[in-house]
């Protein structure tokens, strides 16, 4: 069941735009920021709200790489794999979180710090590799920067 307080962002959310389903994302943003992710009592809830049927909502949740239907870490990592950032040493920097973290693609640490994903454009070619945890975006990275910047995330 939805908190009072996500309803209430949820239905301002809605105010904004012409149509309830066009809210849609935003709801579920809404959501995944106080759970973390998107359970499908959660999916069932939103979709009641937003004038969708679950089905429909699970299409647009599942389209979306940023909505999480299963539980994840308390830090999200997404490694950029895009053309640009592969070329510029995408494949050092995955096979060194890999190693530093002792998990693959699509799992979580032992410790529920960190989850570890691939995804297909950060939107920073020129500044390639990259990888974002949370909402902090890291450029021009190399192998060695990786250990400073996994200290900053508890």
Not at 83 to 90: A, E, F, N, P, Q
Request: proline letters at 3%; a negative charge.
């Amino acid at each position: 069941m939805l908190t009072t307080e996500e309803k209430q962002k949820i239905e301002h959310e809605i105010s904004l735009v012409p149509s309830r389903k066009a809210a849609c994302i935003e709801a579920l943003k809404i959501v995944q920021q106080h759970r973390g992710w998107i359970s499908d009592e959660s999916l069932r809830d939103v979709a009641e709200i937003v004038d969708m049927s679950p089905a429909e909502l699970d299409s647009v949740a599942t389209f979306y790489n940023l909505i999480f239907r299963k539980p994840v870490g308390r830090h999200v990592i997404l490694v950029c794999d895009s053309i640009t950032c592969w070329v510029m040493g995408y494949e050092a920097i995955r096979d060194a979180l890999t190693q530093t973290l002792g998990i693959s693609y699509g799992q979580t640490t032992e410790d529920g710090r960190f989850t570890l994903l691939p995804n297909c454009c950060l939107g920073t070619c020129d500044h390639a590799p990259a990888l974002m945890i949370d909402n902090d975006l890291y450029r021009d990275l190399a192998v060695e920067q990786l250990d400073e910047i996994l200290s900053k995330y508890t």
